[in-house]
């Protein structure tokens, strides 16, 4: 039985942003994207999930990135990505 979420809100915002409520996030996200768990497991060992240019490894138990491209590319420094419902990207 797989109890790993399917579906997941990736939000790209500058690094100094404080806070995790994505409410408050909203102002100053650059970059969102809906993904869909894929059933593969990425190079980091987690959950893979594409979507929206988006390819992330997502820890589900603790919604932590653990590996991220957008458009085939690392983010630049100074952004970070957070996971978010998918109903708030």
Not at 50 to 62: F, L, M, N, R, Y
Request: proline share 6%.
């Amino acid at each position: 039985m797989n109890t790993q979420p399917q579906r997941f809100g990736i939000i790209v915002v500058p690094e100094h942003v404080e806070g995790h409520d994505p409410a408050t996030l909203a102002e100053d996200v650059i970059r969102s994207a809906v993904v869909d768990a894929t059933g593969e497991l990425g190079a980091s060992g987690f959950p893979r999930y594409v979507g929206d240019g988006v390819e992330v490894d997502i820890d589900p138990e603790t919604r932590a990135v653990e590996a991220l491209l957008v458009d085939g590319a690392e983010l630049s420094l100074g952004l970070v990505a957070r996971v978010v419902d998918a109903e708030e990207a």
